[in-house]
């Protein structure tokens, strides 16, 4: 069993930046590919950014891509999603998830773990 714990979320105003972290316990951390994903009001979630176990691969959604980085300290069990020139539709729920296997997953059934969220606002 791998917990996973979000932080790093509040309010922003569009063009501001923040970093999310993603802190895992439980098992060891370095096996497991990890991922970000957002949920606005009345939306699906959505795959934001992606690493996979081996830290060899990335993956984002073209939305944020030059916007958002992605990366993972297995010494501190720890991945963060660093995300710069922040718009309003960012405003969501973002969540990470961890999953076995070596390629990036994108989809929301593929991930085995989940945390509990932290909320971004991003104000006009």
């Known amino acids: 069993q791998v917990q996973l714990v979000e932080s790093g979320g509040g309010l922003v105003q569009a063009g501001g930046s923040l970093r999310l972290s993603c802190a895992a316990s439980?098992?060891?951390?370095?096996?497991?590919?990890i991922g970000w994903f957002r949920q606005a009001p009345g939306k699906d979630r959505e795959f934001v950014a992606g690493?996979?176990?081996?830290?060899?691969?990335?993956d984002f959604v073209d939305s944020v891509k030059g916007r958002f980085t992605i990366s993972r300290d297995n010494a501190k069990n720890t991945v963060y999603l660093q995300m710069n020139s922040l718009k309003p539709e960012d405003t969501a729920v973002y969540y990470c998830?961890?999953?076995?296997?070596?390629?990036?997953?994108?989809?929301?059934?593929?991930?085995?773990?989940w945390g509990q969220g932290t909320q971004v606002t991003v104000s006009s």
């Open positions: 439980g098992r060891t951390f370095s096996p497991y590919g």
């Open positions: 998830a961890a999953r076995r296997g070596w390629a990036v997953g994108t989809l929301p059934p593929e991930y085995d773990y």
């Open positions: 690493i996979s176990r081996s830290d060899s691969s990335t």
